[in-house]
């Protein structure tokens, strides 16, 4: 007998854009025919597992407003594959659409609230500009 696992489902999670960003956003996932989930201040306190689609989860519910400090957008794909979503990537830069936080979600990530999320992804963006400042590219000619 062979154990079924689910197949994670297909959806991007969104959270924070502004409307041209969103517009440009639309447009890619439509022609890719990925659905989308904006996700609300107020379930910032949800599992990103539920917020996913996957089964197991269920919401927690009565959720206070919580607020995300200059979160100027997130991006969190679930069960892309992997020519899946560089299609996905590469049809963004294409459209111009530029989301400074993105994930993708993992067996770990999806136990963690889309706030703890957004938190890391800030400290791990936050990181990797400051690497960048602190070790600029040379001009090598």
Known sequence: MKAHIAAPP???LTYGLDDPTQEGL?????????PQ????????GEMVGFLAGFPGY??????????????SGVLCISGLSG?????????????GVSIPLKA?????????TFLQLIQELQREH???????Q????KDIR
Do not use: C, F, Y
């Not at 989930?37 to 910032?44: G, M, S």
């Not at 020519?83 to 459209?95: F, G, I, P, V």
């Not at 936050?126 to 960048?132: F, M």
């Open 10 to 12: 297909v959806r991007v």
């Open 26 to 34: 639309a447009n890619v996932l439509d022609k890719l025919k990925i």
């Open 37 to 44: 989930r904006k996700v609300d201040p107020r379930e910032l």
């Open 58 to 71: 269920s919401a927690k519910g009565d959720q206070e407003l919580q607020s995300v400090a200059d979160s």
């Open 83 to 95: 020519a899946k979503l560089d299609r996905l990537l590469q049809a963004l830069r294409q459209e």
């Open 104 to 112: 993708v979600v993992t067996p770990t990530n999806q136990r963690w």
């Open 126 to 132: 936050e990181a990797v500009t400051q690497g960048h």
């Open 134 to 137: 602190a070790h600029p590219a």
